[in-house]
């Protein structure tokens, strides 16, 4: 069984933005043809209230060959130098169930959210994606700025507000290949003709309004609460990565706005699948809400293949495992 470190699975080319969008794409077809299933996640509390660690597992067939569970632990307030949020994600094979690997995957849950995202911007955005506004500046925030730069490289501008302006300072903006526009007020922000608008904060609290939701743009939430009922209710047209039986947890605004019966069960216009095969796509002055909850089965995915590649160069630890070398 092999070991990787984060390090490891970034020099293996787990957080590069191309494979990613590769992995999530081939992963959302076989889930469209039967060959990928995601049960539903499960969690116990940790001592630390209100602390918990969650198990999310899934299964994905084809050049992956792999099941497996992402085991995070999301921790309040925690006392050691470590994140909140410590992640890893075992794999067996999906044809034997036999051990393949263990690797931390916190960086891997960023650009596959990421990549995600690509597609959105891609086959759900009504008209051509030009300008982008990016809300926030952590690590989804970061990892969606090396998005563009590999996937829109031929954006006009980069718009980039944070609550906290010192932290847009830590984003990866040194070389972009576009023009790059940092704001500290976002209601100045919000005047701006934007194509798309990406929110990756942690905000508790909606701080997205109806004035925010314009004919023909892209309003993608990646965070948990940003974006108001009243303006959900704006869009003409909403998306999902997939609708499962998360909705009737998930601290996700759209979730949240279901379980209050102000969403229909029936009310969103595709998914990721609909995305991909072309069954679906926006009209130009259609104003697009995109819900990103987050699909574990990606993280499987992509697991997988850090782990093939693992193999094929001998890198991390393998250790034996069941009396086997």
Known sequence: MRFLTGQQVAALGGLD?????????????????GDAVMP??????????????????????????????????HRPQPQDALPMALTVTLINRADSGVPVGLLESGGLTAVRTAAVSALALRHAAPR???RVLLLGAGVQARAHVEMLRAH??????????????????????????FPCDIYRDLREAQKQPWDAVITCTGAQQPFLGPEWFRPGRLI?????????????????????DAWGEFRH?????????????????????????ALLTGAWRPMPDDCVYFSSFGLNVFDIALAARVLQRAEQENAGAALPLFGLS
């Open 220 to 240: 993608m939430q990646i965070g948990y609460h940003e974006v108001s009922f009243a303006a959900i209710q704006r869009a003409t047209q909403v998306v999902v």
């Open 152 to 177: 829109f490289p031929a954006l006009s501008c980069l718009g980039l507000w944070n609550r906290t302006p010192a932290r847009l300072e830590e984003m990866p903006t040194a070389t972009p290949p």
């Open 249 to 273: 947890t998930s601290a996700k605004s759209l979730f949240q706005m279901y379980r209050a019966g102000e969403f229909a069960d029936d009310g969103w216009a595709a998914d990721l699948a």
């Open 17 to 33: 933005p191309h494979a990613a969008l590769s992995d999530v794409t081939d992963a959302t077809l076989l889930m469209a043809s």
């Open 128 to 130: 051509e994606v030009k």
């Open 40 to 73: 539903a996640e499960t969690h116990v509390p940790l001592d630390t209230a209100p602390g918990k660690v969650y198990a999310l597992p899934a299964r994905v067939g084809g050049r992956f060959n792999a099941t497996g569970v992402k085991w995070t632990a």
